[in-house]
């Protein structure tokens, strides 16, 4: 079973049909024992960073998403679920993240934000299994005002243009993230998931 973390700021519905349509067995659910007992984990997201923390802190799933990283099993966060994966944002006051990943999220500057639309891949992680199959200038569907800037350069997948280079998936281990709608993305975006479904870590 695949678990869809249902924090109330995700397009949720769109992301289990997605999963399920390559394959997977995904179930939308915000109870703590139904994830930990989930073979896969996705944290999708849209909207502030500092209040899906809250809401993750309220529902009591933080320590639910470490748990399930820790243990080694499949995991990926999407859009502002990838953001929440670092330690920090640009985006409001004091706005602190999961911290799985060292580094922050800042706000494009000087560029027209959102960017909303299509744009390209580059492959920067070549063994990076969420992309077996991709081919480097691959087109996803982004839509988002900020981006992640690791820390460690080695955890970057992929990196996109836009007006700047900036790092666009990342991949640790088990761990996952996206900044694009994999579930928008139409085929490129079903073959990601197919990947992410079909998974042995």
């Known amino acids: ?18 999963l399920q349509k390559v394959g997977g067995d995904a179930r939308i659910t915000h109870d703590a024992q139904q994830i930990l007992a989930a073979e896969r984990v996705v944290l999708p997201g849209v909207g502030a960073m500092g ?7 309220e529902l009591g799933l933080v320590n639910s998403i470490h748990q399930v990283i820790q243990s080694g099993r499949p995991f990926l966060g999407i859009c502002v679920g990838l953001q929440l ?5 640009e985006e409001g006051t004091n706005t602190r993240g ?3 990943f060292e580094g922050g999220v800042k706000k494009f500057s000087q560029l027209k934000v959102p960017q909303m639309g299509w744009n390209e891949l580059t492959l920067t992680q070549r063994d990076c299994p969420l992309f077996e199959g ?8 982004f839509c988002h005002s900020y981006y992640v800037d690791p820390d460690d350069s ?27 709608h994999p579930e928008k993305s139409q085929t490129v975006g079903l073959h990601i998931l197919k990947n992410f479904v079909g998974l042995s870590i």
């Open 134 to 141: 991709i081919s480097d200038g691959a087109e996803v569907y």
């Open 154 to 180: 080695t955890i970057e997948a992929t990196s996109t243009d836009y007006g700047i280079r900036y790092t666009s998936a990342v991949r640790r281990d088990n761990v996952f993230g996206v900044q694009f």
């Open 98 to 100: 999961l911290g799985v």
């Open 1 to 18: 079973m695949i678990a869809v973390i249902d924090y109330g700021m995700g397009n949720l519905r769109s992301v289990q049909k997605a």
């Open 51 to 57: 209040a899906a923390m809250d809401k993750l802190t």
């Open 85 to 89: 994966m670092f330690e920090s944002s």
